[in-house]
């Protein structure tokens, strides 16, 4: 999946999150709760992959190529 697609799918479970969040009461709404949970792990997961693609996708500066800082 391409990262703007898998950005687009983390917003979109973000949002579900809240819809859900918002229907649970005091009783009989353990299965939302369970879906809420299940949801925040791939969330997590999902923006584990985005910050791996991150770091993946960050150059290597030597030096001498203008990477360095200077004071």
Avoid: C, W
């Avoid at 391409?2 to 809240?18: D, F, Q």
């Amino acid at each position: 999946m391409s990262r703007s697609k898998t950005m687009n799918h983390l917003v979109h479970l973000k949002e579900e999150i809240k819809v859900l969040e918002s229907r649970v009461e005091p009783h009989d709404t353990g299965h939302i709760i369970t879906a809420i949970g299940v949801l925040k792990e791939r969330v997590e997961e999902i923006q584990k992959e985005l910050d791996d693609q991150m770091i993946d996708d960050e150059p290597d500066f030597e030096e001498g190529d203008g990477g360095e800082l200077y004071e």
